[in-house]
């Protein structure tokens, strides 16, 4: 699906490409050496990767504040390293090493950082939808002025708990902001052989909620739909919903074969729509940067991932202790 180009989306300066550019080749990198590490048997469990969603969580953290949160399902490590989490921290959690953000009891699915305001990675379906909203509203008895992002995919939309929540947001008028990752297959299945309505914007009207869909592809293009969204949100107008049409390159999940689409559809989008190379070409064409610095910026990125793998594989595994920390104990 393709939208029309907004001028917003050429509001971008040369830094701004350039940090964009960055953040998205770490989370590419970073996502094609958790692949490699999951081949080699030293990243077990589920693992969803990231690889051609990348925009999306780059483009909605340059338009937040220090204080707005972030929560998610299960295909998490891009939002992780997007929000500023150490890389090393992250692949840690993946091997299960006591290094990992979750202490190696978290894996793939459940990580946190209170210090970068990230609550979760939630692998129950359309369940942080809920807790986002939850967030929201402590934002809103606070007055703290902080804007929730939570992030979704078009398949959990047909949750009933995501209606609940839209509603309960749109009543208190909620700072959050629903961010549909729509990457046309939700686990399998394409999405119009799922949902009956799949303009995803459209699945607040009921409640009175705003909504758009974005070219989830461009970076420039979230960037500007999130800064609309996020003000919409922070000013007290209530929750806005924001579509970002996407396109996931790898299966479902490492154990998907994904026979459900084609090896050229992949090939087409990789080619014409991917959000990394569209962001290379404006560096080296509109910003005149050398192929030299981006091969700089690859290095250095390509540095940080294979120090954060070296890292999860030496560090120590818990001690069979921590299998009793972080418990809430009830009295009785």
């Not at 077990?44 to 399902?73: N, P, S, W």
């Given at each position: 699906m393709a939208l029309k180009s907004?001028?917003?989306?050429?509001?971008?300066?040369?830094?701004?490409?350039?940090?964009?550019?960055?953040?998205m080749l770490l989370i590419r990198r970073f996502e094609e050496k958790t692949g490699q590490m999951y081949g080699m048997g030293l990243i077990r469990g589920f693992c969803h990767l990231y690889i051609g969603q990348e925009a999306i969580v780059v483009g909605m953290?340059?338009?937040?504040?220090?204080?707005?949160?972030?929560?998610?399902?299960?295909?998490d490590h891009g939002h992780m390293l997007a929000c500023g989490m150490d890389p090393k921290g992250v692949m840690a959690e993946l091997t299960g090493r006591r290094g990992g953000?979750?202490?190696?009891?978290?894996?793939?699915?459940?990580m946190f950082s209170k210090e970068k305001h990230f609550y979760g990675g939630?692998?129950?379906?359309?369940?942080?939808?809920?807790?986002?909203?939850?967030?929201?509203?402590?934002?809103?008895y606070r007055e703290n002025g902080n804007v929730c992002l939570t992030y979704f995919g078009e398949g959990a939309a047909n949750q009933g708990q995501v209606s609940e929540s839209f509603n309960m947001a749109a009543v208190w008028k909620l700072p959050v902001v629903y961010v549909i990752e729509n990457n046309r297959y939700a686990m399998g299945t394409e999405m119009s052989r799922a949902?009956?309505?799949?303009?995803?914007?459209?699945?607040?009207?009921?409640?009175?909620?705003?909504?758009?869909?974005?070219?989830?592809?461009?970076?420039?293009?979230?960037?500007?739909a999130g800064q609309r969204a996020i003000e919409h949100a922070r000013t007290g107008k209530g929750p806005y919903i924001l579509e970002m049409l996407s396109y996931r390159y790898r299966g479902h999940s490492m154990s998907d074969?994904?026979?459900?689409?084609?090896?050229?559809?992949?090939?087409?989008?990789?080619?014409?729509?991917?959000?990394?190379?569209?962001?290379?070409?404006?560096?080296l064409e509109r910003w005149k940067v050398s192929e030299d610095e981006l091969k700089a910026i690859d290095s250095q990125v390509r540095e940080i991932v294979n120090e954060a793998a070296e890292f999860a594989t030496k560090d120590l595994e818990p001690d069979p202790s921590e299998l009793y920390t972080d418990i809430l104990h009830q009295a009785p």
């Amino acid at each position: 699906m393709a939208l029309k180009s907004n001028k917003d989306q050429q509001k971008f300066t040369k830094d701004q490409e350039a940090h964009a550019y960055r953040e998205m080749l770490l989370i590419r990198r970073f996502e094609e050496k958790t692949g490699q590490m999951y081949g080699m048997g030293l990243i077990r469990g589920f693992c969803h990767l990231y690889i051609g969603q990348e925009a999306i969580v780059v483009g909605m953290g340059m338009a937040t504040k220090e204080g707005d949160q972030m929560i998610t399902g299960y295909r998490d490590h891009g939002h992780m390293l997007a929000c500023g989490m150490d890389p090393k921290g992250v692949m840690a959690e993946l091997t299960g090493r006591r290094g990992g953000l979750s202490k190696g009891k978290g894996g793939s699915m459940h990580m946190f950082s209170k210090e970068k305001h990230f609550y979760g990675g939630h692998g129950i379906v359309g369940s942080q939808v809920s807790l986002g909203t939850g967030i929201a509203f402590a934002n809103h008895y606070r007055e703290n002025g902080n804007v929730c992002l939570t992030y979704f995919g078009e398949g959990a939309a047909n949750q009933g708990q995501v209606s609940e929540s839209f509603n309960m947001a749109a009543v208190w008028k909620l700072p959050v902001v629903y961010v549909i990752e729509n990457n046309r297959y939700a686990m399998g299945t394409e999405m119009s052989r799922a949902s009956a309505q799949t303009d995803f914007s459209k699945r607040g009207v009921f409640f009175g909620i705003p909504g758009e869909q974005v070219d989830g592809m461009d970076v420039r293009a979230v960037y500007a739909a999130g800064q609309r969204a996020i003000e919409h949100a922070r000013t007290g107008k209530g929750p806005y919903i924001l579509e970002m049409l996407s396109y996931r390159y790898r299966g479902h999940s490492m154990s998907d074969p994904a026979k459900y689409r084609t090896r050229e559809e992949v090939d087409q989008i990789r080619e014409e729509r991917d959000p990394i190379e569209q962001s290379r070409r404006r560096l080296l064409e509109r910003w005149k940067v050398s192929e030299d610095e981006l091969k700089a910026i690859d290095s250095q990125v390509r540095e940080i991932v294979n120090e954060a793998a070296e890292f999860a594989t030496k560090d120590l595994e818990p001690d069979p202790s921590e299998l009793y920390t972080d418990i809430l104990h009830q009295a009785p």
